[in-house]
């Protein structure tokens, strides 16, 4: 097999996230973290191949994972394969070398990938398309829409995938949910999943709506939305610019005016209990981070959601 270790991947899955075990060691895991750090689609700043190595660990700080929401920790539960094996080259030989990896490991876990820059999205519902059977539904945090036709005149990048897995039938354009939106798009790319009948909650319409009650006619609207589709798979994809660059600056592409990190943890925290298949947390890019507050905010985002899991399997 080719060798595809680069200095910059975690090739050893010791420490993993929150110092979980490498997946060898508790082969049984229900939930399996797995970094795969390919920023070659980055447009504008790259460094997403850094983030699943910082996030691990930004993670170790969680301690014992007891959650102060749910009161359990995810701790026991999980494992960390490490980064995956992937040639650093064009996108569809990194996206074939993926691709076997991803199949097998989710027909055997609820899996949690780091990106990565979010040109991994579509491969990954490709494959979860195909283990379904069905399209999935989506719930995409993100300042951006990622539903443009092209890549600056190639087919496919990390601005894309949202609109290649509607065309591929990926996921259900009306199951599909858009938090955090407000890039710079043409209205036709903006508006592409609400004029397909899905949800679009940009980042002004969710000003001043932090807590719980403040955010409740949004998740009532989500909730009864994804209820429409009875009990169908629901992928997470969130991209860690949703967020405000204040509270995010490591990411390639920041976009000021954005969600602050708490409403991200209400909004994780109210929707747990959705049918959630598992996720994905892409875009974090190390080499722009201040204080490291981008990688904390992705690790408390995916302990919050694995936290959420695990309460929800034991209720
Ligand atoms: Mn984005």
Redesign the pocket.
């Known amino acids: 097999m080719t060798d595809y270790t680069y200095a910059y991947q975690t090739s050893t899955t010791h420490p993993g996230f929150m110092k979980a075990p490498p997946l060898a060691s508790r082969p049984d895991a229900k939930y399996v973290i797995a970094g795969v750090p390919y920023d070659g689609a980055t447009t504008n700043r790259a460094g997403a191949r850094f983030g699943p190595y910082q996030i691990r660990r930004a993670s170790h700080m969680l301690c014992d994972g007891t959650h102060p929401v749910f009161g359990v920790s995810p701790l026991e539960h999980i494992a960390d394969i490490g980064d995956l094996t992937l040639p650093n080259t064009a996108l569809e030989a990194m996206r074939a070398a993926m691709a076997p990896q991803v199949a097998s490991l989710i027909r055997q876990h609820h899996m949690v990938w780091l990106g990565g820059d ?1 040109s991994i999205a579509f491969p990954l519902l490709r494959e979860y398309r195909a283990h379904f059977g069905r399209p999935l539904a989506l719930v995409h945090f ?3 829409c990622d539903t443009w036709e092209s890549h600056f005149a190639e087919p496919s990048g990390h601005g894309t995938w949202v609109h290649e897995a509607i065309r591929d039938g990926l996921i259900d354009p009306k199951l599909t949910v858009q938090v955090g939106i407000r890039s710079a798009a043409e209205r036709d790319t903006g508006r592409y999943v609400s004029d397909r009948g899905g949800l679009i909650y940009t980042s002004r319409d969710m000003r001043g709506r932090v807590n719980s009650e403040q955010l409740a006619s949004i998740t009532n609207e989500v909730r009864a939305r994804l209820n429409q589709g009875g009990s169908i798979p629901t992928y997470l994809s969130l ?1 860690i ?1 949703c967020l405000d660059p204040a509270f995010a600056p490591g990411t390639g ?1 920041p976009e000021p005016g954005g969600l602050s990190t708490s409403q991200v943890l209400t909004l994780l925290e109210d929707w747990h209990d959705f049918n959630w298949c598992g996720m994905d947390l892409c ?1 974090v890019s190390p080499p722009y981070d201040h204080a490291e507050l981008t990688s904390n905010a992705a690790a408390s985002f995916i302990w919050t959601y694995l936290s959420g899991r695990v309460s929800h399997s034991a209720a």
Do not use: C, K, N, R
């Open positions: 979010h993100d300042a951006h991209d610019d592409t875009e």
